[in-house]
């Protein structure tokens, strides 16, 4: 498991802001759910429950941001 977040919905909200389509990224938490090979709306659930370190480093290394980002900010 991540380390404790400042909020559960800064980390989405984080996520959220780099699925902007923009330079090759995903345009929405769906597509960005595909192209980590989790479920689609696993990403939603994130706001109650802590993902693994591995689908946060997936879903950095799709948004071409750092773990610590998500996490911290």
Same mark, same amino acid.
């Given at each position: 498991?991540?380390?404790?977040?400042?909020?559960?919905?800064?980390?989405?909200? /984080?996520?959220?802001?780099?699925?902007? *389509?923009?330079q *090759? /990224?995903?345009?929405?938490?769906?597509?960005?759910?595909? /192209?980590?090979?989790?479920?689609?709306?696993?990403?939603?659930?994130?706001?109650?429950?802590?993902?693994?370190?591995?689908?946060?480093?997936e879903?950095?290394?799709?948004?071409?941001?750092?773990?610590?980002?998500?996490?911290? *900010?």
């Amino acid at each position: 498991m991540i380390k404790e977040l400042t909020t559960q919905e800064q980390f989405l909200d /984080r996520i959220k802001q780099l699925c902007d *389509g923009q330079q *090759g /990224r995903p345009d929405n938490l769906v597509e960005l759910a595909e /192209r980590v090979d989790i479920a689609k709306h696993s990403i939603y659930k994130w706001n109650a429950q802590k993902p693994t370190y591995d689908k946060v480093f997936e879903v950095a290394k799709v948004l071409e941001t750092t773990v610590e980002y998500l996490i911290e *900010g």
